[in-house]
């Protein structure tokens, strides 16, 4: 009981930390959002009055001090509101949850593929290990995992989508569609989700394969493996029950720590592919400043990541009994 | 009659990792009978996981098999895998060396032993459930561990686990791995009780390997010692433990604190070196050794009523052998027998203590045996041979003798280079350079400082530890194979005597010499002797191993001695 105390202690200090970080970031930026704000990209720049600006600024409040700022936006955050986005003209907890059923859904799909591929391959080759297919399959992915994945995803599309047009170049549907039946629409979104998946499962496809390698490694060279072999057990038993159970647990502990760093990589991606996920509106909000929505993306991120911290901890105490005690 | 079980035949195991081979196990053979106990000793690294493992058919793709495993009329190594499996743990189980990670860290207790039963003996759940529980009980748990993890039961918990584990599959043959270590004693002791129970319970052939010579002794009838992968002794488990014949096997049990309980500890001279293809594999540890043991590797040959010895001299050697040795002097109210009938022996490596009140004819007898004194009757034998004059004395290899009192057994006005060079200088031994050398050597070996202005000091100036020390340097020199210390000690303060002991016995142990020490000192020859001599009014009443005669002495003499010396 003690500990669970202490780790919710500790989660909620990082808690404030992020949300500090979260507030003063932004505002060490050079410019404000009203330098923008009356702008398109791309088109012609009109700038407000130094009226105008005072005004706007008197009413979303970033004229008064930055101490009195900071007390108002932690009195709001702990209420749940997050704010008006001075830029899209809605709630941000509107405009991101507009946003994240894109994201999310591509994360996730990558995520769990670079896990499942990366463990089978890690434990094959574990299970060969220094024979040909290990020491091929350890080369390619070494080698393939240290390429920025938005190389890949440029590579990508310009192969795939803009030389061979197999895939649609951007967007998540073809615009202004309509389908014939629902399956049409699905099929429809999984072509424009493909390339981005591909991209980030490749991309992440690497440390799963590593780790878990190493992990059946040393899990296979373990004492109680040849226990197990002794006992006369089928192969069977001993690798998926004796061997795998033991090198699972750090796999578990790493995919829950990947969702952030997936999530981050989407970021990139996204903006690759121009996908309209919670990358491409995080990409628009810091160009034009727009304080309150970058807060509450990157509020989004580090929840998430901690959520899922707290998830591995919990995972992990269930499943290995040394920690359970 | 029982049936044979087990039969090894010609055992061979090669590691060869990265192009370097190493050979763990050579040409083993033994045969194990239903109810019979084999124990293995030797130092880590000698092999003994190794066989367990080759006979369990759990050796890595890197260790190249070879020779025969027999259960039951079948060749085990020539089985597939599939075929083996169904021999595991059925017939042949075996009780791993206790390690934090021998048990699966995320399954259960109840799941590890469940899953034996459900693998080889077709049971329903319940009766599986009821059997665990009963394998548990049986080795004395509680059943409330079965659903707990390995990492919360103690080391003694994890070893009767691994033995109710074991047992699940009621197997014929059991290998015990290392039973003992890493257990307290009373672990130790309840874990020797129940291997011993169960064994007799069910009559299972057993093998038990091990470095510690207590749980050896406890849990076997036969023992094999193995070095290096070859055995080196075999024979019936008391005779190998109070009577070894192999200087490995001594040294083991010098080195085991249960079995030797007096002593100081000194371990076997030097580490594992690597070994040569050819020769004896003991032959840069063993005090013994001969040009013939670096060539030829000893086969294991009979020494007596089932006990076998590789060595290439026979075993240990009778180094110097007294056979009725009588004397007497005369004085004017007639005759005094110093010696009457006296039979002695030191073995090679031996530390032997003479122990008797003074005028008791000990200081007789030391000079009989070295040749310095003449006898009345009866021989002296060393390395076989009959000793003339100073025959054993005045040559490299033979015995030299080092006396009470360094006052007057070295010329005071000699210096200490003289004192020490002059055995080599009056036997014509050597160049200037060399001798001098061998003197820089000696000085060395007891300690002394090497410096030409020490060379050069009068020996009147030195104290009495360092006089000492000057005189067994000079009987070093000689390389003598025994070294005969009468009284060394007595004339010094307790913490010379204690440098001086612990210096004499650190070179002993290293060049492997022999040493009768004489002394009428009971506490001082229980901490240094392997073996006793008590002798009194010229006569040797009592005689056997320090722990036999210090512990149970058969003569009222003897008794009476402990009683005044208060041990």
């Excluded at chain 2, 030829?296 to 089932?306: I, N, Q, S, V, W």
């Amino acid at each position: 009981m003690k500990t669970t105390t202490k780790k919710t202690l500790e989660y909620l200090l990082t808690l404030f930390v992020i949300i500090t970080l979260n507030f003063f970031i932004p505002r060490i930026m050079p410019g404000d959002p009203f330098t923008f704000v009356s702008s398109e990209e791309n088109s012609v720049n009109t700038v407000y009055s130094d009226e105008e600006v005072a005004r706007l600024k008197e009413y979303y409040g970033l004229d008064k001090p930055l101490a009195e700022q900071y007390g108002n936006y932690l009195k709001n955050t702990i209420k749940g509101d997050f704010g008006y986005s001075i830029y899209f003209n809605d709630t941000v907890l509107n405009l991101i949850g507009g946003r994240i059923v894109y994201t999310l859904p591509i994360a996730l799909a990558s995520l769990v593929l670079s896990c499942v591929l990366g463990c089978l391959l890690g434990c094959v080759s574990a299970y060969h290990r220094n024979r040909f297919f290990d020491r091929s399959s350890y080369l390619l992915i070494t080698v393939f995992s240290q390429i920025p994945s938005f190389i890949i995803g440029i590579f990508f599309l310009f192969t795939f989508a803009g030389k061979l047009g197999w895939f649609p170049l951007s967007g998540a549907m073809t615009i202004f569609a309509t389908y014939d039946t629902p399956l049409a629409q699905i099929r429809d979104i999984l072509h424009h989700a493909f390339l981005p998946v591909l991209t980030l499962t490749l991309a992440h496809i690497g440390e799963f394969y590593l780790l878990s390698r190493n992990s059946m490694i040393s899990v296979l060279s373990k004492d109680y493996i040849t226990t197990a072999k002794a006992k006369g057990l089928a192969k069977k038993r001993v690798l998926y029950v004796h061997a795998l159970k033991n090198a699972v647990l750090p796999i578990i502990t790493r995919l829950c720590m990947s969702l952030g760093t997936i999530l981050g990589g989407a970021v990139l991606i996204e903006n690759v592919f121009n996908y309209p996920g919670l990358g491409t509106m995080m990409r628009q909000a810091i160009t034009y400043r727009d304080y309150t929505l970058i807060q509450g993306i990157f509020l989004f991120f580090a929840v998430s990541v901690l959520l899922m911290n707290a998830l591995a901890d919990i995972l992990y105490r269930k499943l290995d009994p040394r920690v359970a005690q | 009659m029982n049936k044979e079980a087990l039969s090894i035949k010609d055992l061979s195991v090669t590691y060869s990792t990265s192009g370097y081979v190493t050979q763990a196990v050579k040409n083993l053979s033994f045969e194990l009978e239903r109810g019979e106990r084999l124990g293995i000793i030797g130092e880590s690294g000698s092999g003994k996981t190794t066989t367990a493992l080759a006979i369990m058919g759990l050796l890595s793709s890197q260790a190249k098999v070879s020779g025969e495993v027999t259960y039951n009329g079948k060749n085990l190594l020539s089985l597939s895998e599939e075929e083996r499996n169904c021999c595991r743990w059925k017939k042949i189980a075996i009780v791993f060396q206790n390690s934090l990670d021998i048990l699966n860290p995320v399954l259960t207790v109840r799941a590890q032993i469940a899953e034996c039963i459900d693998r080889h003996l077709c049971m329903s759940k319940e009766n599986t459930e009821e059997r665990v529980l009963e394998l548990l009980r049986q080795v004395g748990l509680d059943r409330k561990w079965a659903d707990c993890y390995p990492n919360q039961l103690s080391g003694g918990m994890r070893q009767r686990v691994l033995i109710a584990m074991a047992l699940s599959c009621d197997p014929e043959v059991l290998i015990v791995d290392e039973p003992t270590t890493a257990l307290d004693a009373v672990a130790k002791n309840d874990i020797i009780a129940l291997l011993s129970r169960i064994q007799k319970e069910k009559n299972l052939a057993l093998i038990v390997s091990s470095h510690e010579m207590s749980t050896i002794q406890k849990l076997t009838d036969k023992t094999m010692v193995m070095y290096m992968g070859s055995v080196v002794e075999c024979g019936r488990t008391k005779e190998v433990i109070f009577n070894p014949r192999h200087p490995y096997t001594r040294g083991l049990i010098n080195s085991s604190t249960q079995i030797n309980c007096f002593r100081d500890l000194w371990g076997i001279p030097q580490e594992n070196m690597s070994k040569k293809a050819e020769g004896c594999s003991f032959y840069k540890r063993c005090c013994q050794s001969t040009d013939k043991c670096a060539r030829l590797r000893p086969p294991l040959e009979k020494c007596g009523e089932d006990h076998c010895v590789a060595c290439n001299r026979g075993g240990i050697l009778k180094l110097l052998e007294g056979r009725n040795i009588v004397k007497s002097y005369k004085i004017k109210s007639g005759k005094i027998a110093a010696c009457k009938n006296v039979d002695l022996s030191i073995h090679s490596g031996e530390v032997v203590a003479l122990i008797g009140e003074s005028g008791s004819g000990k200081t007789t007898l030391a000079n009989i045996l070295c040749g310095m004194l003449s006898k009345d009757g009866g021989e002296v034998l060393f390395e076989g041979e009959k000793i003339r004059g100073f025959d054993a004395t005045r040559r490299y290899d033979g015995i030299q003798i080092t006396f009470q009192d360094s006052f007057s057994s070295i010329d005071e006005h000699f210096t200490v280079y003289q004192v020490i060079e002059e055995p080599l200088r009056l036997l014509k031994i050597g160049t200037k350079e060399e001798r001098r050398e061998m003197v820089e050597q000696a000085l060395w070996d007891v300690q002394l400082p090497n410096s030409e202005e020490f060379y050069s000091k009068k020996c009147f100036m030195l104290s009495g530890g360092q006089r000492q020390r000057v005189a067994i340097a000079r009987s070093l020199i000689m390389r003598p194979k025994l070294l005969i210390a009468d009284e060394i000690s007595s004339m010094l303060d307790p913490s010379t005597q204690a440098n001086i002991l612990r210096l004499l016995k650190g070179l002993q142990n290293s060049k492997g010499f022999s040493m009768l020490y004489i002394t009428h000192d009971l506490s001082l020859a229980k901490k240094i002797a392997d073996r006793v001599y008590i002798m009194k009014n010229g006569e040797i009443i009592e005689e056997g191993s320090a722990l036999t005669v210090f512990m149970n002495p058969e003569s009222e003499y003897t008794k009476r001695l402990l009683k005044c010396a208060d041990l």
